[in-house]
């Protein structure tokens, strides 16, 4: 089975900090484009960062310089550090890849800032 977890997320104070994962089963990351999504509340969806398989990174301007990808490739792990959180940071982070030409999601972790 080709799977996509996220885990990490929780309740955070502005200015606060936390690192999610994303592992993934059935894939080897380190071949994929990788991609973070996060939907706030009564938002659209939005892509937010990417890692390439060879490891050049994207991210929208509105969290660049606070957040950062990386690839553990022995434990098929994305990682997202974020720093400097904010409360419009607020929302569902899920990890995605294509893979055949179709979507790959993860289910989702939730990501709360506030005070």
């Known amino acids: 089975q080709v799977q996509l977890v996220e885990s990490g997320g929780g309740l955070v104070q502005p200015g606060g900090s936390l690192r999610l994962s994303c592992t993934a089963s059935g894939i080897n990351i380190s071949e994929y484009t990788m991609h973070w999504y996060r939907q706030g509340p009564e938002k659209q969806r939005e892509l937010f960062a990417n890692i390439f398989s060879d490891g050049v990174t994207y991210y929208l301007d509105s969290v660049k310089g606070r957040f950062t990808l990386s690839r553990d490739n022995a434990k098929n792990t994305m990682y997202l550090q974020m720093n400097d959180l904010k409360p419009e940071d607020t929302a569902v982070y899920y990890c995605?890849?294509?893979?055949?030409?179709?979507?790959?999601w993860g289910q989702g972790t939730q990501v709360t800032v506030s005070s």
């Open positions: 995605n890849t294509v893979l055949r030409a179709r979507d790959l």
